[in-house]
């Protein structure tokens, strides 16, 4: 199994800032995912972030948007950025794929846009 | 694409045994999962099937059928911990990476 450490657990911003998630992990994984989840809603996955390369977006999403950073095997970054009211959910980080099939999540960050 | 379809809700009584149904269209796919989520808190992993078939765990089962595109868990001896919400994720290859796409989960409410 792993253990996730996210950073901040929540936070209340102000329109037009940014801010910058920290996800860490307690061994090496191969591929992190970062997902959104709106009130009253499933999982919607943003981006796969791969040591080494580029993350890859998922459609609706962008990069100017989203600047992921994945700087070794155990850390990662998600900014959201110039945030609205409309960015206001839990951000989570994810953990799994490759050769293991069980998939593991952070505790989430639960973001608020004023 | 992928498409997942999962009831929006559904409620049981303390004791009995719910089935929880998820459909899904997906290309090249690599397993489903089923995660349970309680208010405010993370997905926690609940079962992984690959092949068709039925797999076990203590009281929870889940059930594959890879041609139908079907999927149902089965939770036995329900407990009033239990009400959660029940996310089916389907992997399947996107952009040659296998990428897992949850369903909008459906809400278990198990009263006395």
């Known amino acids: 199994s792993a253990v996730i450490s996210q950073k901040p657990s929540r936070d209340i911003c102000q329109r037009g800032t940014s801010l910058t998630i920290q996800c860490q992990v307690d061994s090496q994984v191969t591929m992190m995912f970062w997902y959104r989840q709106q009130p009253g809603q499933s999982l919607t996955l943003i981006a796969t972030a791969n040591q080494g390369s580029e993350a890859t977006y998922e459609s609706g999403f962008v990069i100017d948007k989203f600047p992921i950073s994945r700087p070794n095997l155990t850390f990662s970054t998600l900014t959201v950025s110039n945030m609205s009211p409309e960015d206001s959910s839990i951000y989570l980080c994810?953990?799994?794929?490759?050769?293991?099939?069980?998939?593991?999540f952070g505790p989430g960050t639960r973001l608020t846009v004023t | 694409g992928q498409n997942i379809d999962q009831p929006t809700e559904m409620t049981a009584t303390e004791g009995a045994i719910v089935q929880i149904n998820c459909t899904y269209q997906t290309s090249g796919f690599n397993g489903l999962f089923w995660y349970q989520q309680h208010a405010g808190e993370a997905p926690t992993f609940l079962s992984y099937n690959v092949l068709d078939g039925l797999e076990e765990k203590g009281r929870f089962s889940s059930f594959l059928s890879r041609s139908k595109g079907y999927s149902y868990l089965l939770l036995k001896e329900l407990q009033m911990k239990d009400s959660a919400s029940y996310l089916c994720?389907?992997?399947?290859?996107?952009?040659?990476?296998?990428?897992?796409?949850f369903g909008r989960g459906t809400s278990l409410i198990v009263h006395p």
């Open positions: 994720a389907v992997r399947g290859l996107s952009g040659g990476s296998y990428i897992p796409t």
């Open positions: 994810s953990v799994g794929g490759g050769g293991s099939y069980e998939q593991y």
